[in-house]
Each structure stands twice: as structure tokens, then as C-alpha cells.
């Protein structure tokens, strides 16, 4: 059974920085595009940033240069390196991956996975 599981999160002051982290475990075959999304308090989930297999990274318009997306694929891992946060990044931070494993239905060419969350706090 596939599994990401984020950690990094915290409560942090305006301006400060966190590095989240997302590793995937399991039986898996592949491992394509990760990403990052995030959920605050009475508002949609919206995506931070992905990156491809090939390491090509999108952002969204508000990270605005201050988050570096990563991956370190021996490690199945995803990280998110955040900066210059503010109040308004407050939210609980997840990530997905696009994994290909043996129980994927033939014909697709990988299953979406989700993390659990880890909440990010920016606070003075």
C-alpha cells in the first residue's frame, strides 16, 4: 500500500521559513509528476507547486519567488522550501504524487495519491 507522509510543519513568525517534507513508501513502479497544495480555513484547496519527473517546477502566482519545490527521487521524496512566509500562508499543506504501482488498472498510467497534511501556521 502506497503511502506520502508530510512532516516540517509548524508555527513559524512573519518573514521566517519552513521546509516541508513528503516521502512515498510502498510498492510502487514509478514515481511522475509531485505536488503541493494547501487548504486554509473556509477556503478551496489550491496548488502551490509541482514538479515533473524531469524536474520542471510550476509555481502559483502567490508563492511570488519565495518557494522552491524539490525532489529527491531516491529518496521518494517531495520538499516544499518556504520563505518570506506570511499570515496569509496559513494553511494545511499537502502533498500528492502520481505513482504507478501493480494494482493500477491497465490502461492508466499511474494512480493519484494524497498525504495527510501538515499544518503551517505564520504568526507573530
Known amino acids: 500500500q502506497v503511502q506520502l507522509v508530510e512532516s516540517g510543519g509548524g508555527l513559524v513568525q512573519p518573514g521566517g521559513s519552513l521546509r516541508l517534507s513528503c516521502a512515498a513508501s510502498g510498492n510502487m513502479f514509478s514515481i511522475y509528476a509531485m505536488g503541493w497544495y494547501r487548504q486554509a480555513p473556509g477556503k478551496q484547496r489550491e496548488l502551490v507547486a509541482s514538479?515533473?519527473?524531469?524536474?520542471?517546477?510550476d509555481y502559483a502566482d502567490f508563492v511570488e519567488g519565495r518557494f522552491t519545490i524539490s525532489r529527491d527521487n531516491s529518496l521518494k521524496t517531495v520538499y516544499l522550501q518556504m520563505n518570506s512566509l506570511k499570515p496569509e500562508d496559513t494553511a494545511v499543506y499537502s502533498c500528492n504524487a502520481q505513482i504507478l504501482t501493480m494494482t493500477t488498472k491497465i490502461g492508466d498510467p499511474w494512480d493519484l495519491y494524497w498525504g495527510q497534511g501538515t499544518q503551517v501556521t505564520v504568526s507573530s
Open positions: 514538479i515533473s519527473s524531469q524536474d520542471a517546477a
